[in-house]
């Protein structure tokens, strides 16, 4: 039983932050249908600046809040640059996305140099409780707590606002939604930012539960990231949450009951998700 | 119409000339075996435009079946003789399996979506790669091996050539395939598959028979990276050479079956002469960043590719000398 | 005579609406039959249950006497069942010209050559071109199709369903969008396909005055019911229709011209 | 194509005789390493510790034998096919007479066979893979790096003794499987039991169902066998297996690796370097030169290694009076021993294999050093270390 | 009368194409302008070149007297103008009320009674509220484009076919709708059907191959046999 707990508990915190992780596509590569393959990137300069400007001011909190605030400025960047001449053309997108990810992780070492860099957690959430043979990660809890408030605050977001819907028809039909007197470019321009904060926020969250960053952190986890939005269901934030869910327990069970066949079991998952739901677990609509 | 097609069937012909020459006027080995390399990745491009180019289908698993083609080789050549009869019947072993493979893979997964399609090949190549990494009596997991090849290939450049002539037998073939009728209807198929259907032709006979092709084209073109490293490990089956095969694919231009061969070109070349200037110049020791904005000038600069934006060029030139104006003037009826 | 296309009972829903109900109706030989009704009543589903596109609910569709209520779109257009689309259904990218050609590659049944250049086959050219001379798109063959105007698309819409030349035609608001000066060219075309007498022709249609004289008889969707099938003249006398389709548009046109 | 001609026409002038430098004599030398990619770090160090090692072999005079010695350094990019390509154009167009590399196993054994069909030496630097001196061995190559099996040994040797209960856990791939089956042969052979063997996708990111098994086993020690950036440490903290009473014990990595070990002060492993362990005067010329040179940085895991592959290069030379000629060379340097900063290193004759020392560590927390220092608990000599010869 | 639109000798370019080649009529406040031409002569261009979706590259658009030429789209349509295109536009994957929604410059209670008056227009939409707009018939998708651009009270209407697909009897309701409307709202119709353009029309442009050929008032066209048989082969 205990076991059980245990394998539950740490499948979810790791579900957690794979929904951190993939939160950020979810609105970039789910809503706005964007091939973001520079995705990767954004998360990884999350991770070192969040690890930098922990180590600046000494303040985790603040560690977060600048990989927040660079995320939304690559974010804008990437946005202006590289993405607004590419919209809704996926082929383009494929490639322009992929040579900016380059960009991003060769800027990481010379910003930062080519080592891995330690990450810390902070003090107060390092550690962990004992309650008999069941073992609470305190970083990890933080991360539920972390993933579930960013799924509230999102979710009322797209349920309560009209954003999630003008997206979906800014992808859709571009041109019509400008005629019915929507800026569309500036929603979408927005809505990019806040997937590059999450990713950053992914990132600087993610950094000190492995412990280390390092510049090729980022494709490794794009790609889990891709998974988790696929068989969520494009741009729906509930289908993330689960699907990453789902990712993080069968892994820790996996892991635990047939370890030969862990190293497959997420592309297993995505596999098994899609063939019996071709449009993954959830749709777009509320 | 008919002119221009001899016209650019004659370009060809001096480039392909061109390049059985060469060997015979420059001995660099370092020329012979990037050239090589850039044939063989043309191949894979072009397998792959047929996939997305022609048919629409963006894949992230055709790393697989290139895999196929360079395990097949290997696995043969290491086990039996390393003789040319066993590779070309490891070539053609290696076609068989990506036949195979792609047909079921196809018929299993060409239902889907865009998205979940890619994203459902990316699983199942996935699932080779975790095959190769544990078949370790046969794969040698991710260290992977080194076999011999033929003694005809000792000189590089009899591979050079065979290589070459791969790249020229394939690229007609292709080019036949796609000019067919067949390939006028994949075409159809990419731009409305539920009109295709409606025009009685079966979407997904053609998508399947397409990553058949694609498939099996792509087989080969392992079959031929193996001999050219003497060596195979499960980088062949990695999401990396798929997205080398896209790259080329975008960059030359899709569904141009040209574009793909001039976009291993230039990726090859560039990323050879830009860690060439890393070693001079420091400020290019960073020269991946300068690799990175290339294909991002590139989707700018060629957004259909650098054979796609020529052609609609040349194409613009000419309808503007001839002016073919939309507005097209009638005679009132009265 | 046979008929040559039967519906038993069919019936399609949609969740909770059924959008086609218990339509059994006779479709005689190298006939042309208009369908009519308000909007939403059924018409486009119904087209869709013919040509394959939807699978019914419940009931039957027969062909010649053949049930081909299971069978796929693709296997009933090489049947001969041809039909075109109310929202236009092109390939956007492709020319006018290869649009059609690819209608006319299919009814010849070149479906899997491989190896041959497809200029191989001047005829299919030739047969396209005649064809986008038949609706009036001479001159913009080459033009790519998601260029043209919306009348256009409509023509080049008629063109590839002509270039099927299967046996019966399912015609879905052909002239929706169509210039005034136009529609009676497009209408001499169905005209003179109607008086060769190989073809069997469903019509659907808004423009009363264009199908009268037309339509060896209309039938009437109404609510996804069929309500009534008949000779042009008993349905515009059908009061029902009167109240629920036609309102009075057509009473004053009659007056004012 | 201008360029493409003047690049062929380079290698034919420098090999006529109207070439003066050919009557004196050059001696070049061709080294492969990732100088960019993920393994870009180990490049570097391995492209400063060669350097270094030409200059201390040739007492700064870069000749030997009256030959001018020099080096060409190419980037594998850490992909096998342009690992080839650039081995080729180092033994085709600069005609090198000695080949050094590389950063990964893959790239490595993607060159061995040129080396053969080329008859030059190769020296693999500082790829591990077994099979390089193995299974894919030819009697080109000599490896101046540890194998997995060195690692393996050193491993046991630091932890196993009679009746001592040990658990492994290593990424599930060749590197780890080659690493455990090894360790577990020789951790047997002292008397240990391997209780459990746990393997863990690499890529993952939570490990702690495997940790979980291992508590539930309750081994002595536990040992890991791990490479690549994302680690388990701070997870095997976090389920305080120390404090259940399982040692950890693993092979301590390069400087930037050991400062995402803090979780692991206290345990006992083995390493294969550190600047201050190695007591030579070959060591304490590269410690002093490497700080003058690279403002104040101290060489790294792999800086030696470099370095050794040099001076086994200049030192083979010197036997063979200048001669490079593989053929020749081969029974020069099979069994030929020379002075490293690990110490005498030894080719094996069988599969050439460099015989060298590792060094049984503790971690420690040392003030003014932001990572733990593995502190010298004895050296295991290269006897001590000696794998099975499997080629 | 107040002109509220003034389109100004406009060319306009789409690639290498030049489409319009000289158009010019004025909208009047408070009369339906109808644009006239056969098909493919550019009236759909004219229109979104006044929404600014493919923008002039030469003339004017003055709207409210404020120059619209080079302006965004998104600000043409909040300074007041409505656009119904001829492909409807509708969002397949949105149901009618989320594209209502889309559509909606805000939810105050004026906008939400409009949309009450728009839906009695359109009952249809009503029952299918929640339906996907792409599952819609034709003539559904046509009726909620209308309504869509109908929930605001614009100063300006730009309607290309609103008959096209339309049932006789909704085609009335849709005439005495925008002869409602015309009370408040300026209104430039695209209309094939020559007896519903007539009859709502108080002016009409003729454009034929993308320039102006004749403008005028209605009453004058529907007596001009030689223009009708000539240019929409009527009459
Ligand atoms: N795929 C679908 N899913 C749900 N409802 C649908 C679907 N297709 C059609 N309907 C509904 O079925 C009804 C009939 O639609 P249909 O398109 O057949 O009408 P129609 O008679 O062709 O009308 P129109 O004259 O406007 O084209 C409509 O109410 C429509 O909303
Ligand atoms: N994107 C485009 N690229 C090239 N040509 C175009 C494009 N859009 C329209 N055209 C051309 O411009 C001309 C005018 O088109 P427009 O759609 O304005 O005609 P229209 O008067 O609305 O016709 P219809 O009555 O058929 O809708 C047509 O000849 C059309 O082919
Ligand atoms: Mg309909
Ligand atoms: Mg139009």
């Known amino acids: ?286 | 119409m008919k002119q221009k097609f001899q016209w650019n069937n004659y370009l060809l012909g001096v480039g392909v000339l061109a390049l059985v020459i060469f060997p015979f006027v420059s001995d660099s080995r370092t020329w012979t075996i990037l050239l090589t390399q850039i044939f063989i990745f043309s191949i894979l491009a072009m397998s792959y435009d047929i996939l997305l180019g022609y048919t629409g289908i963006v894949s992230f698993g055709h790393a697989m079946f290139f895999g196929m083609g360079a395990y097949t080789t290997a696995i043969m050549m290491k086990k039996a003789e390393p003789t040319m009869g066993i590779f070309f019947l490891s070539m053609g072993v290696g076609m068989l399996l990506a036949g195979v493979v792609s047909f079921f893979i196809g018929l299993l997964t060409l239902r889907l979506k865009s998205h979940f399609f890619a994203m459902l090949t990316l699983a199942v190549s996935g699932l080779f790669l975790v095959l190769a990494e544990k078949w370790r009596t046969l794969t040698y997991g991710n260290d992977g091996f080194t076999f011999k090849a033929p003694e005809f290939f000792k000189d590089r450049m009899m591979f050079y050539f065979l290589v070459l002539a791969m790249l020229v037998l394939v690229y007609i073939c292709l080019r036949r395939f796609v000019n067919s009728p067949f390939g006028r209807v994949l075409v159809a198929v990419r731009e409305n598959e539920q009109r295709t259907q409606s025009l009685g032709f079966n979407p997904l006979h053609y998508k399947v028979i397409a990553s058949v092709v694609a498939g099996v084209i792509a087989s080969l073109a392992g079959s031929l990276y193996a001999v050219s490293l003497r060596f195979v490990n499960t980088s062949v089956l990695a999401m990396d050479i798929t997205l080398d095969a896209l790259l080329m694919t975008i960059i030359g231009g899709v569904g141009t079956l040209i574009g793909p061969i001039v976009g291993a070109g230039i990726i090859e070349l560039t990323q050879h002469y830009l860690s060439g200037l890393a070693k001079e110049y420091p400020i290019f020791e960073r020269w991946i960043i300068f690799f990175g904005i290339i294909y991002i000038l590139a989707v700018i600069f060629f957004p259909r590719g650098v054979v796609g934006t020529i052609r609609e060029k040349m194409w613009k030139r000419q309808s503007k000398k001839s002016e073919v104006k939309p507005v097209t003037k009638k005679e009132g009826l009265g | 005579m046979d008929p040559i296309l039967k519906t038993d009972q069919l019936t399609i829903r949609f969740g909770g609406h059924t959008a086609v109900s218990n339509v059994s109706f006779e479709m005689p030989a190298r006939q042309l039959k208009s369908i009519i009704g308000p909007n939403g009543a059924g018409k486009t589903t119904f087209f869709n249950l013919l040509s394959g596109e939807l699978k019914p609910t419940e009931g039957e569709v027969f062909f010649k006497g053949k049930r081909i209520t299971t069978m796929s779109a693709v296997a009933r257009t090489r049947l001969g069942l041809g039909r075109s689309f109310q929202i236009t259904n092109v390939f956007p990218n492709l020319t006018v010209l290869e649009n059609v050609r690819l209608a006319v590659q299919s009814k010849k049944n070149i479906r899997y050559q491989m190896t041959r250049h497809f200029f191989h086959y001047k005829s299919l050219m030739e047969e396209a071109q005649q064809l986008i001379d038949l609706v009036l798109l001479q001159g913009r063959e080459h033009a790519i199709a998601s260029q043209l105007s919306h009348g256009e698309k409509r023509k080049l819409e008629i063109a590839m369903l002509l270039a099927l030349d299967t046996e019966v035609l399912l015609l879905d608001e052909p002239t929706a969008g169509m210039s005034l000066e136009e529609v009676p060219a497009i209408l001499d075309v169905i005209k003179k396909i109607k008086q060769k007498g190989d073809k069997t022709i469903l019509l659907i249609e808004h423009k009363m005055d264009m199908i009268l004289d037309l339509s060896d008889s209309i039938m009437v969707l109404f609510n996804g019911k069929l309500l009534a099938d008949g000779s042009p003249q008993e349905i515009m006398d059908n009061e029902t229709v009167q109240n629920a389709y036609l309102g009075g548009l057509y009473d004053e046109n009659a007056v004012e011209s | 194509a201008c360029n493409i001609d003047e690049d062929t026409e380079k290698p034919e002038a420098s090999t006529g005789d109207d070439n003066g430098e050919e009557v004196q004599g050059t001696i070049k030398i061709g080294v492969l390493a990732s100088l960019t990619g993920a393994l870009e770090a180990y490049g570097k160090q391995t492209k400063q510790g060669f350097e270094l090692g030409l200059e201390y072999a040739t007492g700064g005079t870069m000749e030997v034998a009256g030959k001018k010695i020099e080096v060409v350094f190419e980037d594998t990019e850490t992909k096998p096919e342009v690992a080839v390509q650039k081995a080729t154009k180092l033994l085709e167009e600069d005609e090198v007479d000695f080949i050094v590399g590389s950063s990964s196993s893959g790239d490595t054994l993607a060159v061995l066979p040129l080396a053969e069909e080329y008859e030059k030496i190769m020296i693999v630097e500082p790829a591990v893979a077994d099979s390089i001196t193995g299974s894919e061995f030819n009697p080109f190559i000599f490896r101046t790096a540890r194998n997995s099996s060195q690692d393996a040994v050193a491993g046991a040797a630091a932890i196993a003794g009679p009746g001592v209960k040990i658990a492994t856990f290593a990424p599930d791939y060749s590197f780890g499987w080659d690493g455990v089956a090894a360790f577990k042969k020789a951790a047997e052979d002292l008397g240990a039991e391997v209780v459990l063997e746990e393997f863990a996708d690499p890529a993952a990111t939570d490990f702690t169902s495997n940790l979980q098994k291992i508590i539930e086993e309750d081994p002595d020690y536990l040992y890991v066998v791990w490479a690549g950036a994302n680690s388990p440490w701070n997870q095997i903290a976090d389920l305080k297996l120390q404090e259940k009473g399982i040692k950890i014990s693993t092979g301590a990595p390069d400087i930037a690796a050991l400062s995402v070990m803090e979780p692991l002060i206290g345990m006992e492993g083995f390493t294969v370097y550190y600047h201050t362990l190695p007591d030579n005067e070959v060591n304490d010329w590269l410690v002093k030169e490497h700080k003058e040179r690279f403002n104040g940085e101290v060489p790294d895991l792999f800086t030696p290694g470099g370095m050794s592959a040099a001076i086994a290069i200049v030192e083979a030379l010197k036997k063979s009076e200048g001669d490079a000629d593989g053929n020749n060379l081969i029974s020069i340097m099979e069994g030929m021993s020379f002075e490293t900063p690990k110490g005498t290193m030894t080719f094996r004759e069988e599969d050439h294999q460099a015989m060298q020392s590792l060094y049984s560590i503790k971690l420690e927390k040392q003030d003014g050093v932001p990572y733990p220092v593995p502190v010298l608990i004895r050296e295991l000599t290269p006897d001590e270390t000696e794998p099975p010869i499997n080629n | 009368m107040k002109t509220l639109l003034k389109v100004d000798d406009i060319h306009t370019h789409i690639g290498q194409y030049h489409i319009l080649q000289g158009i010019s009529f004025e909208a009047r406040v408070g009369e339906v302008s109808v644009l006239l031409g056969r098909n493919g002569a550019g009236k759909t261009t004219t229109l979104k070149t006044i929404m600014g979706l493919t923008p002039a590259s030469k003339g004017s658009v003055t709207f409210d007297e404020r120059d619209i030429t080079k302006r965004a789209t998104y600000d043409i349509a909040n300074s007041g103008i409505g656009y119904v295109p001829e492909d409807q536009g509708i969002f397949g994957e949105l149901t009618v009320e989320e594209n209502m929604k889309v559509a909606m410059r805000k939810e105050d209670d004026a906008t939400l009674a409009r949309q009450e008056y728009v839906l009695e227009l359109f009952p249809d939409l009503k029952t299918y509220w929640k339906k996907d707009g792409g599952h819609l018939s034709g003539g559904q998708k046509q009726m909620l484009a209308m309504a869509r651009a109908f929930v605001h009270e614009n100063k300006l209407l730009l309607i290309d076919e609103p008959s096209k697909g339309l049932a006789p009897i909704v085609i009335e309701k849709v005439m005495e709708a925008i002869m409602e409307m015309k009370k408040k709202t300026t209104i430039v119709l695209v209309e094939q059907n020559f007896i519903m353009a007539s009859r709502i029309g108080d002016r009409y442009t003729l454009i034929d191959d993308g320039a102006t050929v004749q403008t005028g008032a209605m009453k004058e066209l529907i007596h001009d046999e030689e223009v009708k048989r000539k240019y929409l082969g009527i009459g």
């Open chain 1, 1 to 286: 039983m205990e076991l059980l707990i245990n394998l539950t508990i740490n499948g979810l915190a790791t579900g957690m932050l794979i929904f951190l992780l993939a939160s950020g596509l979810t609105l970039i590569f789910g809503l706005m249908s964007v091939l973001n393959f520079a995705h990767g990137g954004l998360f990884a300069w999350g991770a070192y600046s969040g690890v930098w400007f922990y180590a600046l001011t000494d303040s985790f909190v603040l560690g977060i809040v600048g990989a927040i605030i660079t995320g939304i400025v690559l974010g804008f960047i990437t946005e202006k640059l590289i993405i607004t001449p590419v919209y809704g053309n996926h082929v383009q997108q494929i490639l322009i996305t992929l040579g900016f990810m380059l960009v991003l992780t060769e800027l990481l070492k010379v910003v930062w140099g080519p080592n891995q860099i330690a990450a810390k957690v902070p003090p107060y959430l390092a550690g962990s409780w004992e309650f008999g043979d069941v073992l609470i990660i305190k970083y990890r809890l933080f991360i539920i707590i972390v993933g579930f408030v960013i799924f509230g605050l999102f979710q009322y977001m797209l349920q309560k606002t009209k954003i999630g819907l003008i997206v979906r028809a800014g992808v859709m039909n571009k041109e019509m939604v400008q005629a019915l007197g929507i800026n569309i470019k500036r929603v979408f321009l927005y809505v990019f930012m806040a997937g590059a904060a999450l990713a950053a926020l992914g990132g600087a969250l993610m950094a000190p539960y492995s412990g280390v960053v390092y510049a090729e952190m980022g494709f490794e986890f794009a790609i889990l990231a891709f998974i988790v939005v696929v068989i969520g269901g494009m741009g729906s934030f509930p289908g993330s949450l689960l699907a990453a869910i789902l990712v993080g327990l069968a892994g820790s069970y996996m892991a635990y009951y047939v370890p030969a066949l862990s190293l497959a079991v997420n592309m297993m998952l995505m596999a098994i998700v899609l063939i019996f739901r071709p449009q993954g677990l959830f749709t777009a609509k509320g």
